[in-house]
């Protein structure tokens, strides 16, 4: 039986580990051919030796996301190996808790580039090959912090929360090309971004290939069909008011 994303081909950036590891591994078992982009390509091997027979092998394309000509290099890899491009999971991004007043400018900039510029980036070389198409979905990670941020946590909360507006602008400049944009908005979740979290019970903190379900549910949709945001929790966590 074949996969439901069967001769798709998808990039997922922040390959290496946790929900895009996670995503990387849902998608071939659909049947997609996932091009990798992270930094840690002996993390990305991995998980691309993980995946055997589940799947086609992946592409491994070792990306500095804060790079515009690293990231213009992998579309040009997908451009060359596969033709096209059906799907777009960003999900590069680091957490950071800096308490205001001490967070420096060359910080702030890094968090800016890794969580929010280099989702235009991709998104923008995404829809350069999508729009001609007619088709294609693009999945923004995004977190629960643009709801109900954390204290001391401006630049990341920041990043977040201007996604938000990304994925507007994006949705709107793509669905008369037939190009859905979407967020997908996790909470707590068992990952590197935030130390100690796998110590938490699944009340308190989901496993990332349950925030993976969530995205392969929004790239299986029908291509008329668009889940333009989703805020998903584990089922313990406080969401207004938490800690």
Request: one cysteine or more; aromatic letters at 4%; glycine letters at 8%.
């Amino acid at each position: 039986m074949a996969g439901r994303l069967e001769n798709q081909v998808a990039l997922v950036t922040g390959a290496s580990s946790g929900i895009g590891a996670a995503i990387v591994e849902a998608f071939a078992a659909e049947g997609a051919r996932v091009v990798m982009a992270a930094r840690r390509v002996d993390k990305m091997q991995a998980v691309a030796d993980s995946i055997g027979a589940n799947g086609p092998s992946p592409i491994i394309c070792p990306t500095d996301v804060r790079r515009e000509d690293e990231i213009l290099s992998v579309f040009e890899t997908i451009d060359r190996r596969c033709g096209r491009l059906d799907i777009l999971v960003n999900c590069a991004g680091f957490a950071d808790h800096t308490p205001t007043e001490n967070l420096s400018l060359a910080r702030w900039k890094d968090i800016v580039d890794t969580n929010l510029t280099a989702c235009f980036l991709c998104s923008r070389e995404a829809l350069k090959r999508m729009k001609p198409q007619g088709s294609g979905r693009v999945i923004i990670i995004g977190s629960i912090s643009a709801k109900s941020p954390r204290p001391n946590s401006i630049g990341y909360t920041s990043t977040k929360f201007a996604l938000e507006g990304m994925t507007r602008s994006l949705a709107l400049d793509a669905r008369d090309f037939g190009v859905a944009v979407s967020i997908l908005h996790p909470g707590s979740t068992k990952t590197e971004l935030t130390p100690g979290m796998e110590n938490r019970t699944a009340l308190e903190s989901m496993d990332a290939r349950d925030v993976a379900a969530a995205a392969t549910l929004m790239a299986c949709l029908p291509k008329e069909t668009n889940l333009l945001e989703a805020l998903m929790l584990p089922l313990g966590q406080p969401f207004l008011g938490r800690g």
